[in-house]
């Protein structure tokens, strides 16, 4: 294994180069991750009633010589700040790696926790009603992921190929932003909607195709991960707990393919959701699961495999400014922090001081990418808008480019500046960053994303 670093104005990138593929090794793995009742949902706003089915972590150790890079998908809504760096570290030393070389993204479905254990401690230091997430819980979850990552690198297979394959998905994403007949923009395609306007508009931005990176040991799959970029909610919000359609994907696809390790993740779906295919009925989501699980197996059936010769880690770390303007000063949040605001009012104001303290302390946000040559795995902060996503395919555009969102989601949505200038609502609460988000991630984008000089 060989390094490199490169200083530059936005942080600084990091190269791990495994030069041969020879020795390539994956270990897979996955744990139950499953929130016990009363634990609060979507940060707080709501708390577990029941549990519809089991949410889950499922992830991939790969291996060669010293270097070990770890991708883990986890069915939470997010893991921000502190508890993302815990994870990281904890990961690190479970398998012998370095921390920024443990990727973990959440598929966000809303019927499950947010994590983020410095949000938690301020609400429990006020003795508030809000509840964020159980620290206890969260120790426990991660115990099982450790457990489980560990017993997999016992069982590593070689890696003597990896796989693209991609698919267009039928009638489940659409973007918030949609037009009436009459010019008017409008921002309010939500996760279900009943309204006709919206149901009647054109999809608008999205990315459409579903795309699979899968490893091989010859003619043996591995594993398989997916990507794809829409919020994965059908209903939610009544208290069940539940890995939503992409879950039940999977799960499908999982016993289609008993020796391969499924692995979903979402793409950049901040502004894109299934609003226009999706009208809230319970019925909705055994749909959308079996038109997501068609878009797989076709992706699957299309997979062209390509022989590994070159593996590449790069980091970039990006410095964002915290948002500024009105209800987001920290003494406005703070003043916040009191029984006589609403709960849910208290969690979020717990959670922006949560990334104003990580941002003071001089802590930045990761953009990791693990460059295979003829594919490469990207992985996205927040709620990033879809528009990063398509710019990460337009940067590479003779290579397959699978980008994940939600890594470390301290930075809640990542808009474009047009979206600000139109005033999108969606950014009144759960958006963190301030003006100029959009250069910093492009521009960290572009240096992780460019060709390295072979």
């Known amino acids: 294994m060989t390094g490199a670093g490169v200083l ?6 990091s190269l791990s180069a495994a030069p041969s ?25 709501w708390h577990a009633k029941r549990i519809a089915d089991p949410l889950e972590a499922h992830g991939i150790i790969l291996i060669q010589g010293s270097l070990r890079l770890v991708w883990v998908s986890v069915d939470w809504c997010e893991i921000r700040n502190e508890a993302y760096q815990d994870w990281q570290l904890a990961l690190a030393r479970a398998v012998d790696t370095r921390p920024e070389q443990v990727m973990i993204t959440t598929v966000h479905q809303h019927d499950a926790p947010v994590a983020d254990l410095l949000a938690e401690r301020l609400l429990r230091q006020r003795h508030l009603t809000g509840s964020v997430c159980d620290p206890d819980f969260h120790a426990l979850a991660l115990e099982r992921v450790l457990i489980a990552a560990r017993t997999a690198l016992k069982q590593a297979r070689p890696v003597t190929h990896f796989g693209t394959g991609q698919a267009r998905v039928d009638r489940i994403a659409s973007n918030r932003r949609y037009t009436l007949p009459d010019g008017t923009v409008r ?18 931005l999205i990315d459409s195709q579903l795309k699979t990176l899968s490893f091989w040991d010859r003619d043996t799959a591995l594993a398989a991960l997916s990507f794809y970029a829409v919020h994965p909610m059908s209903h939610y919000g009544q208290g069940d707990v539940s890995a939503d359609f992409p879950g039940l994907a999977r799960r499908k696809r999982q016993a289609e393919t008993p020796g391969t390790r499924q692995i979903y993740c979402s793409g950049c779906s901040g502004n894109v959701t299934a609003g226009k295919y999706n009208t809230g009925s319970p019925e909705n989501r055994l749909l959308l699961a079996d038109r ?8 699957w059936a299309n997979t062209r495999r390509q022989r590994v010769k070159r593996i590449d880690f790069r980091t970039a770390q990006v410095n964002f400014t915290p948002r500024s303007g009105t209800g987001f000063a920290e003494s406005e949040l703070e003043a916040k922090l009191t029984r006589s605001t609403p709960p849910f ?7 922006g001081l949560s990334w104003r303290r990580r941002v003071d302390a ?4 990761d953009v990791p990418m693990v460059d295979f040559g003829g594919a490469q795995l990207l ?41 600000r200038s139109e005033k999108d609502p969606n950014l009144g609460d759960w958006c963190w960053v301030d003006s100029g988000a959009e250069e910093h991630l492009l521009e960290a984008m572009r240096k992780v994303l460019k060709k390295p000089v072979l």
């Open 362 to 365: 001089g802590k930045p946000i």
């Open 379 to 419: 992985l996205l902060p927040g709620e990033a808008y879809v528009e990063f996503q398509i710019a990460a395919q337009k940067a590479r555009p003779d290579s397959f480019v699978c980008v994940a969102g939600y890594g470390d989601g301290a930075t809640g949505y990542i808009p474009t500046e047009r979206h």
């Open 292 to 299: 997501l699980h068609q878009a797989m197996a076709s992706a």
């Open 21 to 45: 593929p020879e020795g390539l090794r994956l270990a897979s793995f996955s744990a139950d991750v499953t929130v016990p009742l009363g634990h609060g949902m979507m940060g707080g706003a």
């Open 345 to 351: 009012q208290q969690c979020l104001a717990a959670l």
């Open 187 to 204: 921002f309010d395609r939500t996760s279900s909607t009943r309204n006709a306007f919206a149901i009647a508009a054109d999809e608008g």
């Open 8 to 13: 530059a104005s936005w942080g600084t990138t």
